[in-house]
């Protein structure tokens, strides 16, 4: 991809916090890379910013880049459940967004990028150097070893350019105030002592008193943490590509073809290797693609045949293969045959008993299947679950008990009460890890205890670490001398800023994405 160039390329202009910004948005521009005769894919869109229409490919292309980055980062394979638990489409979703409100305003406030602009940024990128100088038969060598015409990559360096300097006028206007430095440097410097009390639902367990009525009212609240979860039982043949490609040969043409639209996977360090060294190697990439694609029309002919009868036996003994059948099984523990079949699992729990499901093409073939039963998921009645219902609603009345007592206390320090069980901290400075003396690490009562002041003692409300809930209050504050803060204001306003302007680019796109319609296609929505 264009990384395996642009990796070399310095920095122009924009350091530090604009590299980090830009970062989020740059990457989405370039994706037209490599995409030479390759079929385009769906032409349905993904998300509308305003007047503009970001094509599904263009976000499969997005989100294909990510998920080789992370890849890259984690060292291993992005699976469905990884990618979910990232929210790596959301991810990808946001980028397109973001460049696109980036690019559309840069265009109202009048930016643009010069054409020189432009020469200057591809002339420093080492990857189309020649002994330290540009050099035009290098610079064309790569771009068309890349599927890329110089019009289509100048632009998109161009649009690329275009980014970067709205980024950094936007950031330019972040301003760092010798108040903010001041309250930095008190935070760092000054020493508190803090008198606190906590509880934890261990602790007043002895005062939770559970009702029938509790009891019942619990599982009704907590429906999906007792219910039963669905359950079918399917029939499936699998077509692997081993069996559908019996006889398949790739000949020199087709193995060219392949090699020039899959150019990408055939890298050594950063560098495309020659077609010579790597061609029997594509061969037999080529003859996998064309026995995978073969699977699947065997598949898809075979479920057109029999797709009014539903007859998966007819089908099977037609492609000469077994059916095989399931027990019954939940969408988080399958059986061990089908374990990793993800979409096969999933697309399980849609199909109508009877119907004839199909093709579902995963990495060990395509699927063709049917649903022999299903099992709904239901709640079951209080005697079959008391045990566990009455252990976990314990916990949540011991929690609720642990916090009106704690509420009570901070309601007491707040009139200037004595509270019971009051505890002493002693001095302690502040520590980004949040490690406070007789409370343990804390971050959050780290946060909440430097910005207290003699005026306002106390927070508005009980602070909650783990399992117990804290009420502190501010006992005394011995200040740092303020001489030195002369010293370290400008240190600290430097040190601030990257944060600051961070801030100030994430509050302009929040006004931006709140003023621009955006659509997004209700079939990414939620994944």
């Known amino acids: 991809m264009l990384g395996i160039m642009r990796k070399y390329k310095q920095s122009i202009v924009i350091k530090g916090v604009f590299a980090i910004i830009v970062l989020s948005f740059v990457g989405t521009i370039f994706l037209i890379w490599g995409k030479g005769d390759e079929e385009m894919g769906s032409s349905e869109y993904a998300v509308k910013v305003g007047s503009t229409v970001i094509s599904y490919n263009d976000f499969q292309k997005t989100f294909s880049n990510l998920r080789t980055s992370y890849q890259n980062i984690y060292g291993k394979a992005m699976t469905p459940e990884l990618e979910k638990m990232i929210g790596l489409k959301n991810i990808a979703l946001d980028r397109l967004i973001n460049s696109t409100l980036v690019r559309n305003e840069a265009k109202q406030m009048g930016l643009k990028v010069s054409d020189a602009e432009v020469i200057n940024a591809i002339s420093s990128i080492p990857a189309f150097q020649k002994d330290g100088v540009f050099n035009r038969q290098t610079y064309l060598q790569l771009l068309q070893d890349k599927r890329l015409t110089p019009k289509d990559f100048e632009e998109s360096e161009k649009a690329d350019l275009l980014i970067r300097k709205t980024v950094q006028k936007i950031t330019g206007e972040a301003k760092v105030t ?33 009702t029938e009525q509790d009891l019942s009212k619990y599982l009704q609240g907590h429906q999906e943490a007792f219910k039963t979860p669905e359950r079918v039982s399917i029939s499936y043949i699998l077509i692997t590509p081993l069996k559908a490609g019996v006889g398949l040969s790739a000949d020199n043409e ?9 150019i990408d996977r055939y890298q050594d360090k950063g560098s495309i290797l020659p077609f010579e060294a ?42 000469g293969l077994k059916v095989e059948k399931s027990s019954l099984f939940t969408m988080k523990q399958p059986p061990a045959a089908i374990a990793s079949e993800s979409e096969l699992i999933q697309k399980s729990f849609i199909l109508k008993p009877g119907n004839l499901g199909g093709p579902v093409e995963t990495r060990k073939g395509v699927y063709l299947f049917t649903v022999n039963e299903k099992k709904p998921a239901a709640v079951p009645p209080l005697g079959q679950v008391r045990g566990e219902v009455q252990k976990l609603a314990a916990a949540e009345m011991a929690l609720q008990i642990a916090h009106k007592n704690v509420q009570k206390a901070l309601d007491d320090m707040k009139k200037g009460k004595p509270a019971l069980k009051l505890q002493e901290t002693g001095y302690f400075t502040y520590a980004e890890a949040g490690l406070i003396p007789k409370i343990g690490t804390a971050p959050q009562i780290m946060e909440a205890a430097f910005n207290l002041t003699a005026g306002s003692p106390t927070p508005k409300l009980p602070l909650k670490v783990n399992d117990r809930w804290y009420a502190i209050q501010l006992k005394e504050r011995a200040q740092a001398d303020s001489a030195n803060f002369q010293k370290m204001k400008e240190e600290l306003k430097q040190g601030m800023l990257p944060q600051k302007q961070q801030e100030v680019m994430e509050t302009w796109l929040k006004n931006l994405r709140s003023k621009t319609k955006i659509v997004i296609n209700p079939l990414l929505q939620g994944n």
């Open 178 to 210: 010798d108040a903010e430095a001041l309250q930095l440097f008190k935070k760092r410097h000054d020493k508190i002592d803090l008198s606190f009390i906590s509880f934890s639902p261990a602790e007043v367990m002895s005062e939770v008193r559970l």
């Open 254 to 262: 087709e193995v060219q073809t392949y090699y020039r639209k899959n």
């Open 278 to 319: 790597v061609k029997e190697r594509v061969r037999a990439d080529a003859i996998q693609f064309k026995s995978s694609k073969r699977a699947y029309e065997l598949a898809a002919d075979a479920l057109n045949k029999n797709l009014k009868t539903s007859d998966l036996n007819a089908a099977a003994a037609a492609l």
